[in-house]
């Protein structure tokens, strides 16, 4: 298949899950330590995937978490980050400037900051009070912090039982969701490979999703143009401006949002032609039960996404590496 | 001038700030019974005031203050919200659905609600814990009960000189900020009156009116194509799809995160030639000390905002009051 190496892409997510006796060491000390809050800070690509990390946590939890984007806390700052303050980061160069001052800031006012870092010969790998290196699988290593603390917190029972299923089961079930959606991610592709604007709508553990998908992959990625609303925000000025042909794509996750991504989906039907709905919950996931499939939806999203990716590369001709302005020219 | 009535307006931002005595009242009681938390909660064009709220708040306070949206609230929860909160809403119709569902659930959920109400025999009027009513001036109530908190704990020892100044002088000042602007604004609606897709970008406290500037005013009232980004965010995607002539405007003001709009006002200097900056910093606002204009620069903003509408509508024949699907169908 079209850029599909199963092997590799099984291995990776694997790999990625092995890393839980890692992050468990880091969470059960901090948790031993005491925490006041958590704070997930990123930029761009990154801090989309803290606000999935955070949107996740609030469902159960009853701790302080939020997300900081990392030049708006380099600028303002925030005094709830200090003492007590676990932060997570993610970086695949670790040598993101906003992210490095941001880090260097919040580690000064007393944070404590595990890194995941790709690279482990990076500014921000030795800035970090503590790293995990490994490439790739962002969102699965923020889910694994993330459920840990949820587990101590006393509000995920599951834990044990569920990341059993993840570890025997989720590397295959996501590659199997790549591969059933290959056609629709070739059709897909093919219906919008000229749009001048693509609008992509979404909620809950996805809407971070919404927001890299249109911002990190159409934007920086196929220099095409995007916006991306939540869900709940749609009906709050989009509907107006969405003509029967405006391209709309919603996604559709199985959290407890799930609910107000159906609500567009379902005024998209009655007043749209260019319409398109990608619900995790038509892709199995065989092994995984159904009370789990929430905690990935994000992950069965990106595995879709990602066919859409290969063959708009595949179709435009236009390499998807390639930049014209990112780490390119100073500004 | 056209569509502005200096009395009638002149009076309308000294009647809110007139407010302050009740809002003063409210707060001080919260402060006296002890608070938790601050959530600032509310959709669409209510929710994008109360990120501004926040940032605000952020730039000083170590109080515990987030926003939430009110659909989300309703679908997933936050155990954050409860017993010690203290909740502000603001609703013009007093009947916005999702915010009705999420007060209903914050007081039983055992949080407080200050509801700025324009409307009094409304559902919202109703179900607040304690209501002011008043119309129109949203982002004012908001700072006025923001900066109170922030006098209480500490951390405004301004607070009574500047609103002195405010309560004198900034009411004309944001009239002459509007006509001051009119010849501005009708140039730049004459200029993107076509624009197929128009991108607005800004930070800080000027970030919320960034995005519903773009979403309430121009994709809702005037049914025109927006994209609104962060400008910490604009590095890390939209900058790749900035071409010469694409129509990109950002809202500068003059609060901690002014830097970060200049940066991409920087970057479109040397990239676009289809730019526009809006600089709060070009407004004189006699009467008010330097140190006070960060306070005021959202309202700078509007006021710059109000004179291209005014235009656009003019230019358009597009009525700003008219919808399609708002109110208007079932969805």
Not at 60 to 66: A, D, G, P
Not at 222 to 233: D, F, G, L, P, V
Not at 307 to 320: N, P, Q, S, V
Request: aromatic fraction near 12%; glycine fraction near 6%; hydrophobic fraction near 40%.
């Amino acid at each position: 298949m079209l850029k599909l190496d199963e092997r590799k892409q099984t291995e990776s997510v694997r790999g990625a899950l092995a890393l839980r006796p890692l992050i468990e060491t880091e969470v059960d000390a901090a948790w031993d330590r005491g925490i006041k809050n958590i704070c997930w800070l990123g930029i761009g690509g990154t801090w989309a995937s803290c606000l999935q990390a955070v949107t996740h946590m609030k469902e159960r939890s009853s701790l302080e978490v939020f997300s900081a984007n990392a030049a708006e806390y380099v600028a303002t700052g925030d005094r709830r980050i200090g003492e007590g303050t676990f932060m997570v980061i993610s970086s695949v160069t670790g040598s993101t400037t906003e992210v490095i001052d941001a880090v260097y800031k919040a580690r000064g006012a007393g944070a404590y900051v595990l890194g995941f870092i790709d690279k482990e010969d990076s500014p921000l790998a030795s800035l970090v009070d503590s790293r995990i290196t490994y490439p790739a699988n962002e969102q699965l290593k923020f889910f694994m912090a993330a459920d840990r603390f949820l587990y101590h917190e006393g509000v995920m029972p599951e834990y044990e039982d569920m990341y059993a299923q993840f570890d025997e089961y989720l590397p295959e079930a996501l590659v199997e969701a790549e591969k059933a959606a290959d056609d629709f991610g070739e059709s897909f592709a093919r219906s919008h490979m000229d749009d001048k604007l693509h609008y992509f709508v979404g909620a809950g553990t996805l809407y971070g999703a919404t927001y890299s998908y249109g911002m990190c992959y159409w934007e920086e990625m196929h220099w095409m143009r995007t916006k991306s609303i939540h869900s709940a925000e749609f009906f709050h000025g989009m509907l107006e401006i969405v003509d029967e042909d405006t391209p709309v794509t919603v996604f559709i996750g199985e959290d407890s949002q799930r609910a107000l991504g159906e609500r567009v989906a379902r005024f998209l039907e009655a007043h749209s032609k260019n319409y398109t709905v990608i619900d995790t919950k038509d892709y199995t996931l065989p092994g995984i039960d159904e009370m789990y499939r929430p905690a990935v939806s994000h992950l069965v999203m990106h595995a879709v996404t990602n066919r859409i990716d290969a063959h708009l590369e595949e179709l435009t001709g236009h390499d998807m590496t390639v930049r014209r302005f990112y780490r390119k020219v100073d500004y």
